[in-house]
């Protein structure tokens, strides 16, 4: 079992940046594949970026180029950069953690998740 708090999330005008944190809980986190989601009010949930255990990375295409997935596994934490906001990224961001070996940007693949951070981009 793992538990994850994400931080970082705030307001920023369009062409700011900002650096999301997850911490996890428990001494397993090398253990995960970990994810970025994020979700607007009506929308379906939909994927940013995601890290092995190894630390190999994909993006959605939306966000090459501008966000950039890390992690530290001693600190049993994942990041996302991201640069170049715009308003369209505006959403909550909910980090997620999957058993898995390789990242994967199906929702359903994860096992468990944060609570989500708002992220608001002023235009």
């Known amino acids: 079992q793992v538990q994850l708090v994400e931080s970082g999330g705030g307001v920023v005008q369009a062409g700011g940046s900002l650096r999301l944190s997850c911490a996890a809980s428990?001494?397993?986190?090398?253990?995960?594949?970990m994810g970025w989601f994020r979700r607007v009010p009506g929308k379906e949930r939909e994927f940013v970026a995601a890290?092995?255990?190894?630390?190999?990375?994909i993006l959605s295409d939306s966000v090459k180029g501008r966000f950039t997935i890390s992690r530290d596994n001693p600190k049993n934490t994942v990041y996302l950069q991201m640069n170049s906001l715009k308003p369209e990224d505006t959403a909550v961001y909910y980090c997620?953690?999957?058993?898995?070996?390789?990242?994967?940007?199906?929702?359903?693949?994860?096992?468990?998740w944060g609570q989500g951070t708002q992220v608001t981009v002023s235009s």
């Open positions: 428990g001494r397993t986190f090398s253990s995960y594949a």
């Open positions: 890290i092995s255990r190894s630390g190999g990375t």
């Open positions: 997620a953690a999957d058993l898995g070996a390789i990242p994967r940007s199906s929702w359903s693949s994860y096992d468990h």
